[in-house]
């Protein structure tokens, strides 16, 4: 599902969530890694997961997390 999003999207999210085997990261931590200011991580980090909730992508979430 993260590879429907872009790369700042998916960078944010992995970044923010822990998603790449590295700890979660405070936004500010986060914006350090990805060359943001704290407040274009969090609204990536919103656009991301809204889209992410999108009824299409949500599907091949819940297909993925069946299916494991």
């Not at 790449?20 to 890694?33: C, D, I, L, S, Y």
């Not at 609204?43 to 993925?64: M, N, V, W, Y």
Request: proline fraction near 3%.
């Amino acid at each position: 599902a993260l590879s429907t999003l872009s790369e700042n999207e998916g960078g944010v999210l992995r970044h923010s969530y822990g998603l790449g085997g590295e700890g979660e990261a405070t936004p500010k931590r986060v914006g350090r890694r990805l060359s943001l200011n704290v407040k274009q991580v969090l609204e990536t980090r919103g656009l991301a997961l809204r889209k992410l909730r999108h009824p299409i992508r949500s599907d091949r979430l819940r297909q993925f997390i069946e299916h494991r």
